[in-house]
């Protein structure tokens, strides 16, 4: 019924008014259609891309060049530290993890403290 009454729209990116195909559809808009004509929204999208591929990717520390598990071992750490902050998860399980010698393992491996992670989780 809107789209009956609105036969065109304006752009809120470019300010043109466009029929409406010339913008993509979207269920949750008042008429059915989005804000951004879909050359705005092309270009918006190709503009994305082409900074992605332009940008560096950042080191963040967790994979050296010596060993890929490190990054695997901080995030079945990660993992781990999550469940334990969830209350349904299974904590007599957790806590033999975490004090288990392959929590140690994988500690010395990532390059962090297990007892820092011990004490700040309330286990000393």
């Known amino acids: 019924m809107i789209e009956t009454m609105?036969?065109?729209?304006?752009?809120?990116?470019?300010?043109?008014?466009?029929?409406?195909?010339?913008?993509?559809?979207k269920r949750d808009a008042r008429d059915g259609h989005t804000s951004i004509c879909k050359a705005c929204h092309a270009a918006d999208a190709r503009e994305r891309n082409e900074q992605r591929k332009t940008e560096t990717p950042v080191d963040d520390g967790c994979i050296t060049p010596g060993n890929p598990y490190v990054y695997l071992a901080r995030t079945v750490i990660k993992f781990a530290v999550r469940d334990w902050k969830r209350r349904n998860a299974p904590r007599h399980e957790l806590i033999l993890?975490?004090?288990?010698?392959?929590?140690?393992?994988?500690?010395?491996?990532?390059?962090?403290?297990?007892?820092?992670?011990?004490?700040?989780?309330?286990?000393?």
């Open 97 to 124: 993890f975490f004090r288990s010698a392959w929590f140690e393992d994988l500690s010395d491996l990532a390059g962090l403290n297990p007892e820092v992670i011990r004490e700040r989780l309330g286990l000393c």
């Open 6 to 25: 609105l036969a065109e729209k304006e752009c809120r990116v470019c300010h043109e008014v466009l029929p409406l195909s010339g913008f993509d559809r």
